[in-house]
């Protein structure tokens, strides 16, 4: 069992930046990857950025890559996504995923067994 708890959210200004955390316990995160999902009201939830464990090798949906950036802190068993120049449609809940997955970073939230409460990111225009 790994246990996802995610901090960080809140309100910022179009233009603004916030950096978000994802602290994991439980286990060892060997072959893990870890994940961050949103869902905006009204919509499905899709794909942020992932990232594998192991070699830290990081991808991301298109519509945020170049203002996102996530990392991972071995030391600490904690994944960050640092947001910049945020924008009104990055509004949604921000949810961390996890799964040993190893190599494969899937982009489809069926693949990830565990998850986070979630934090809310609301971006004013």
């Known amino acids: 069992q790994v246990q996802l708890v995610e901090s960080g959210g809140g309100l910022v200004q179009a233009g603004g930046s916030l950096r978000l955390s994802c602290a994991a316990s439980?286990?060892?995160?060997?072959?893990?990857?870890l994940t961050w999902f949103r869902q905006a009201p009204g919509k499905a939830r899709e794909f942020v950025a992932g990232v594998t464990w192991n070699a830290g090798d990081t991808y991301y949906h298109y519509s945020v890559k170049g203002r996102f950036t996530i990392s991972r802190d071995i030391a600490n068993n904690t994944v960050h996504l640092q947001m910049n120049s945020l924008k009104f449609e990055d509004t949604a809940v921000y949810s961390c995923?996890?799964?040993?997955?190893?190599?494969?970073?899937?982009?489809?939230?069926?693949?990830?067994?565990?998850w986070g409460q979630g934090t809310k990111v609301t971006v004013s225009s």
């Open positions: 439980g286990r060892t995160l060997s072959d893990y990857v």
């Open positions: 995923a996890a799964d040993q997955l190893g190599a494969v970073v899937r982009a489809d939230a069926a693949g990830y067994a565990y």
